[in-house]
């Protein structure tokens, strides 16, 4: 099978242009900042669940990201100001993910140029046609997950 038509090489080609055309898009309307795409995804989750207390593992949950990435990802967030750890009072060991009022701003500065992008990557695209296409990429979604279950199910029975 040639890797052009496979669905690894599609999902890395659209994410590598959605992320090209956001950074044109900000560097043309000055809205350029040391941001990465991750971290925007993360201020927005933060962002929309500002009220609850997020964890670091639900950031691994929510964009099925290994814990030491998450862990990079929220030390470098923090070390730029989108972002604080603060203690619970349930328990002093584990650490909620804040937004800063820096990481809110951010977040607010590049929530409209992700909109715009959003629209302009559905033109020409029927409402049933984008009805498929989030019903196909649900289904990638539980097919790979179901994999990775598996699989853990596999080394875990291999370690004994």
């Known amino acids: 099978m040639k890797h052009k038509s496979t669905l690894g090489y599609e999902v890395k080609t659209l994410d590598n242009l959605f992320f090209r055309n956001l950074m044109s898009y900000e560097i043309a309307n000055n ?3 040391e941001i990465t795409v991750m971290h925007g995804w993360i201020l927005a989750f933060l962002y929309e669940n500002e009220g609850k207390d997020i964890f670091q593992k639900d950031i691994e949950t ?15 967030m923090e070390k730029k100001g989108y972002i ?8 002093a060991r584990l650490k909620k993910l804040v937004l800063t009022e820096t990481g809110r701003n951010t977040h607010e500065l590049h929530m409209g140029d992700m909109d715009i992008l959003e ?20 289904q990638l979604k539980r097919n790979l997950e179901e994999d990775i279950a598996s699989n853990k199910k596999i080394e875990s ?3 004994k």
Not at 84 to 91: N, S
Not at 129 to 135: I, R
């Open 119 to 138: 629209e302009r990557c559905k033109r020409n695209i029927t409402r049933e046609e984008l009805k498929t296409f989030w019903k196909v990429a649900e």
């Open 62 to 76: 929510e964009f099925s990201i290994a814990r030491s990435t998450v862990t990079c990802i929220v030390k470098l």
């Open 31 to 33: 809205h350029m900042d």
């Open 157 to 159: 029975k291999e370690e």
């Open 84 to 91: 604080k750890r603060e203690c619970v009072a349930q328990d």
